[in-house]
């Protein structure tokens, strides 16, 4: 499968650098007070050469910027009700500071999702992300019907998340089964996980990945 992993959710140092020995593809940091998992002003979250992915929520378009050129992100996850110009702006704001990042947004799906809510999006954005609708903004550790995305009509890459455990590899793979068989496989671009992988909130396990990853990309 040629799908792509993201670590979501780090934050201390030697973890960081435990599961970067994994070569996951990205490492995503969560810059929302609101979150267990929140990375400080004072954290230090230097990576290997892995695209590090800031998630925010509701953030502005200053303190994005802030954060990107801080902490060296070459993504930004936008995990709240960030409208389609918003998407637009912060765009713009990118190439007036001659900065260039991936840009992730999420939308929360339950038993049904609305895909005519994505149109706005198409163009401005590089992926969707879907995670499970809950009372916290990502990590609540719960699966979200993944057949709601078998009529996906969208013609940009997606994340999947939103409860992905050690258990989930068959279901991850026959999902992408699916879009192979329509011969979309290049739109689910990667899987994103989370909390239950973490010993603690914001620390990884990394046997507990390392037996995940081997497990999904075994042939």
Not at 42 to 60: M, P
Not at 80 to 90: M, Q, V, W
Not at 167 to 191: M, P, V, W
């Amino acid at each position: 499968m040629n799908l792509k992993l993201k670590v979501c959710g780090m934050r201390e140092a030697e973890n960081i650098a435990a599961i970067s020995d994994l070569k996951p593809d990205y490492l995503g940091f969560i810059f929302y007070k609101g979150s267990a998992r929140n990375v400080s002003e004072e954290e230090n979250i230097a990576t290997r050469s892995l695209i590090r992915t800031g998630v925010f929520v509701n953030a502005e378009v200053d303190e994005i910027l802030q954060k990107l050129e801080k902490f060296d992100l070459a993504a930004i996850q936008l995990h709240g009700e960030e409208t389609a110009d918003f998407c637009k702006n912060l765009r713009k704001a990118l190439s007036e500071t001659e900065k260039s990042a991936e840009l992730i947004k999420v939308f929360g799906v339950k038993e049904e999702f609305d895909f005519d809510i994505l149109k706005g999006y198409e163009g401005l954005v590089d992926y969707f992300l879907f995670d499970t609708k809950g009372k916290n903004r990502g990590g609540n550790g719960t699966r979200f019907d993944w057949q709601v995305l078998e009529k996906y009509p969208s013609a940009t890459p997606f994340f999947l998340s939103g409860g992905i455990g050690p258990d989930e590899t068959a279901a991850i793979k026959k999902l992408y089964q699916s879009f192979q068989k329509r011969q979309k496989e290049d739109l689910f671009y990667g899987i994103d996980v989370n909390s239950k992988f973490e010993a603690a909130p914001g620390k990884k396990d990394p046997v507990a990945l390392q037996k995940f990853k081997q497990e999904l990309f075994k042939k």
